[in-house]
């Protein structure tokens, strides 16, 4: 019986085609954190199982469980993966168990049938000691790392300029020129623009040399009197700026300083927006009801007062070719006003639920918008970020844990660099890898964040501190007398940061 089967299982498939021979293409992500336990895919063709049959007895013919292994070597150290996982015949997964050296490592996968395969040159471990390397590659398999016959630098901000020990590999993340001083710091390299903010932009040792005789922080102590909180700022012009205080707004006529330009506008406000030409939009309300209005920089008076459904907690503005202006400004519940300037704001719906309370709002473009804020699940808050979808609607994007309160600032540099802030000293960092905590050495709530660079972003603090972050550094660059509590940070460059608080209290830099 059995040798009939066998003739009619050969009369039947012939002669059987010969298996594709297993091939591994590329890991992801490409580049990792050191000192940090990292998930791998190693993504590869035709690997498949060991396949036994029982002619006699078919229930007995199991697809045996698939047997992997998986390490990593530079040549010299060999670190084995753990939780090696054959998922199909396309992808494994594992996991690095912790700190590694630093460098670049061939990946070898022992596939099913006992195969070794071998990728030269696959990843390149990081001395991101704080957690927060750019994946360079995005999260996308196969970086066009490879190997060359010139020399290279690696170039972890992409900005042409490399440091460390130089090998011959070339590709994304690798550059043919040495000599940045700070390669966190994609604004930080050698000939790049000496500006007046504090820091050795070019790398020549010099700070600020021939820019500025000080680059120091100023208090502008016009608007400093008690209960004048200043909650937003925005910024038009280099020393032009608009200030929301609750009932009250004033502008900044550059050296002519500060006027008080609210005595018609909503109450409450706490939401502005600057266009260029110097008029601007505020947001407040009037008895519970959301108000906006317009504020022109000549004028004494708001203007075109629009009734809206809730009062907007943020406002962001584009300029949007022969529409004009447009701006979208979002409520505590995710909401969305839109409206062209001059016209009535149209509402949309929110899709997030009830928990949720968005506190600041941000993009670059009316269609490409993250929000930040908490969700309130039992009787924890935990700190969210949403992204906004072409259908409309909010994407949950990142969902802390525990009861780590919320965020409070956004701010987007292009469609996939984000940076967000909030209480508890917490940062998220977006590239097109996905969001990544940053550390932070204070645990103050940071109340706001404007970037300009993922390399290179400011802060303000509830105890009243403007901070830096240059590269993985941080730097304290004005503290207020009094220490309240900043609420915003505007600005046109970084040499015209300002930053508003509590009791009319302001900062200005670099000065």
Known sequence: MRYLIVLSLVAMFGCLPKPADPALRAVDPVFFDANLGTGLALIAEALLPPTTLDFDQPAKSPRPSAVV???IDDGTTRVDLLDVQWVDSTRVTGRLPGPVPIGVYDVHLIEPRGTELVLAAALSALDCSEGDCPLEDGGIPDSGVVACTTMSYR???LDGFGSGTPRTLCGPGWAPLSGDCDDRDGLTSPGAFETCNGVDDDCDGLVDEGRCADAGWT???????PNNDLLASASFAPGGLWIAAGSRV???????????????CPSDMQAVWAQPDGDAEVAGADNGAGRIAEQSYSSIACTNERAVSEPPVAMVGFSDGLLGFQYVAVLDDGRLLRWVRGQQPALATSNLPSSAEVTDLHGVAADQLYAVGSTVIGNSRRPMIWALQADGGWREELSGTGNQGRLLGVWALSAVDVIAVGEDGRIYRRSASGWRPVSSDTSSDLTSVRAFSPGRFYVTTSDGRVRRRSGNTWTTVFRNDVGVRFNDLSATSEEDVWAVGDDGVIGRGPR
Do not use: C, I, N, T
């Not at 900044?252 to 609210?262: S, T, V």
């Open 155 to 157: 170039d972890r901000d």
């Open 250 to 264: 004033f502008v900044r006529r550059f050296e002519l300083g500060f006027f008080d330009l609210g005595p018609s």
């Open 219 to 225: 208090a502008v102590d016009q608007l400093r009197m």
């Open 69 to 71: 292994s998986a390490f």
